[in-house]
C-alpha cells in the first residue's frame, strides 16, 4: 500500500474538530499533546478511516441523547 503523505496539522486539526464537537469542551494540554503525537503517523486513509468511525460514535450517541 503507497504511504500518502498529508500535512500533519490537517489531520490533526480534522479529529481534534470530531473530538471537541463530541465532548463540546476544550483539550487540556495532556490531551492536546495526545491527539498530535496520535495523528502524526496518519497516512490519508488511515486518517480518513478514523475521522469516519469517530463521527460514527459520535452519531450514535447523539442519537441516544
Known sequence: M???SINPQYAE???KE???DGLQRDFSREEEV???RLT???NKS???TIINLLKELLNKH???D
Do not use: M, W
Request: aromatic share 10%.
Open 46 to 48: 488511515e486518517r480518513a
Open 40 to 42: 502524526q503517523s496518519f
Open 2 to 4: 503507497k504511504h500518502e
Open 18 to 20: 470530531v473530538f471537541l
Open 62 to 64: 447523539k442519537r441516544h
Open 13 to 15: 486539526d480534522e479529529i
Open 34 to 36: 495526545l491527539i498530535s
